[in-house]
């Protein structure tokens, strides 16, 4: 029942990005062209006319990064409170599927998409700055990065990618847990929704300030950290990206199932 | 593997099935200190169409959400077969309830493919026939079809399931007579007639003739619950009548709680 939940959510999620990534790459291919047809690459700043243009191209960057996130954390939004919270919760929550199914679907749908709007920004940003780009230096320096690659980095790229999904997963999860909370409220429920992730996200700061605070006054632990890192800087960032995996990691099982218990168990559709 | 189910099997099946497929007790559901539903007891027997009778806000949609597993009773119990609200229950009742439902993207096909792969009971072809009936294509978009079409899409998905249990709110409410027909003739000749229908509505009149049993709700307590040929023989009236006399008082209590 799983695989046709992610069927229909990858599905629904699609309806309102695909478009929208293809949009985004066919304007960056469009400008990029443009430039390299009039030879205004937006890294030449010789004259006013390419100034301009590098002006509009940082504007177009700009625009579409913000269009992206924009978009893409509406959709995140408007997938679960929509189709969980909202008119579609009728159907959704009557099918025999358990609920910690429902939450999960949306969960890995909504993270899926964003890494791919990521993927995609970083994308449309490759293609307009492949303009003005030195190719030959490129090439080189990617060359000389492949000669020196080892088993640290391949690891590190490994922790760096598992620390984006899971990344990612929490802060989906934040959004999650700040919906369900806000359903609770019999009026106001959208507003509700904000005030509790506010609450949570100060909640959050305020936690971890205060463990760096306490971390920080042992004397022995920051020893024990420096140490590491002077000992050797390699192992010193597998550890720290290993923690930060962690700590994502544990922020998004607890909002995670939190999420799932209140819809559980405190479900009170509109 | 229809075939190779006949009838003797059906018999010898029926003879271990409880006899009652819902069943409450004492249950109660609050919205913070207002009670909703105020300690039902009820045993409600298979096969038969059932109408939940009620002024708003008198329970019916809490009872009809307890029983689908939208909603968790405060206290007491619900029973459907045996289980508690859940997914074995959510596989074997059909809700159509008082919204549309649908995400807007879907289309008449789409909808389709989605109640098969959730519902093992739901009959597509049934399905696809009735829309055809209606004149609606499989590739329509939901979104772009009038409120009396969406209403009729929606019921007829929910009448294509084989389901022990019907839960149809408020199926008639708002819709011209002649949809009304066309709600009920569809209701009578696609339900399962092993299973049991409810159908929560305050217009009895409309109704009347379907029904075998009816409950009365008030103030979130059944102040009845007899069959239609009972009230008719020990009443005397029609159940629209009796209606209207037991909820006559209603404005008047309005202070008691």
Redesign the interface.
């Known amino acids: 029942m799983f695989g046709k939940l992610m069927k229909y959510e990858m599905k629904s999620l699609s309806k309102g990005l695909i478009p929208l990534y293809g949009a985004i790459l066919a304007v960056a291919l469009i400008n990029s062209i443009m430039w390299s047809v009039s030879g205004n690459g937006p890294t030449s700043t010789t004259s006013t006319i390419s100034g301009l243009s590098q002006l509009t191209a940082m504007l177009v960057y700009f625009g579409l990064c913000v269009a992206i996130a924009v978009v893409t954390f509406l959709v995140v939004i408007q997938r679960f409170y929509k189709g969980l919270l909202g008119q579609e919760g009728y159907l959704m929550f009557t099918l025999p599927v358990p609920t910690w199914q429902l939450t999960l679907s949306k969960l890995v749908g909504a993270t899926i998409m964003t890494i791919l709007s990521g993927i995609v920004g970083i994308l449309s940003v490759i293609i307009l700055g492949s303009v003005g780009l030195n190719w030959g230096a490129f090439l080189r320096g990617l060359g000389q990065l492949l000669a020196n690659w080892d088993l640290d980095m391949t690891f590190i790229c490994i922790e760096l990618f598992l620390l984006g999904v899971v990344g990612t997963a929490s802060m989906v999860t934040d959004i999650y847990i700040a919906m369900a909370l806000g359903h609770l409220s019999s009026k106001h429920r959208v507003a509700m929704s904000f005030v509790w992730f506010i609450v949570i996200q100060t909640a959050l700061s305020f936690l971890t300030g205060l463990i760096g605070i306490v971390l920080g006054n042992i004397p022995a632990f920051t020893l024990f950290i420096t140490n590491f890192f002077i000992i050797s800087p390699i192992i010193g960032t597998h550890s720290m990206l290993w923690f930060s995996i962690l700590v994502c990691l544990v922020e998004t099982l607890i909002f995670y199932f939190g999420t799932t218990w209140v819809l559980k168990n405190k479900l009170n559709l509109e | 593997m229809e075939e190779m189910r006949t009838g003797a099997d059906f018999v010898q099946v029926d003879k271990n099935v409880d006899p009652v497929l819902i069943r409450l007790q004492n249950l109660r559901k609050t919205?913070?200190a207002k009670p909703a539903l105020n300690g039902l007891d009820l045993e409600l027997g298979r096969g038969k169409i059932v109408g939940l009778l009620g002024p708003n806000g008198s329970g019916k949609t809490t009872l009809i959400?307890i029983l689908?597993?939208?909603?968790?009773p405060t206290e007491g119990i619900a029973l459907i077969d045996g289980y508690a609200p859940?997914?074995?229950t959510?596989?074997r009742?059909s809700?159509l309830?008082d919204?549309?439902?649908?995400?807007d993207?879907m289309r008449a096909c789409d909808l389709m493919d989605?109640f098969s792969?959730?519902?093992a009971d739901f009959d597509r072809q049934k399905a696809a026939e009735m829309f055809s009936a209606l004149g609606i294509r499989p590739t329509e978009r939901i979104k772009t079809m009038s409120k009396g079409t969406k209403e009729k899409v929606q019921l007829v998905l929910v009448m294509s399931r084989k389901a022990e249990l019907y839960l149809l709110d408020e199926p008639i409410a708002g819709v011209d007579p002649a949809a009304r027909d066309f709600i009920l003739s569809t209701i009578l000749t696609n339900y399962n007639e092993d299973g049991t229908v409810i159908i929560s509505t305050h217009l009895i009149s409309d109704i009347e003739r379907v029904l075998d049993e009816v409950i009365f709700l008030q103030n979130g307590q059944i102040v009845r619950h007899d069959t239609v040929d009972n009230i008719r023989a020990v009443e005397g009236k029609s159940v629209d009548q009796l209606f209207r006399e037991v909820f006559r008082a209603v404005p008047y209590q309005g202070g008691d709680f």
């Open positions: 919205y913070g959400k689908n597993g939208l909603l968790r859940g997914v074995e959510k596989a009742v809700y309830p919204r549309m439902y649908f995400a993207w989605f792969d959730f519902y």
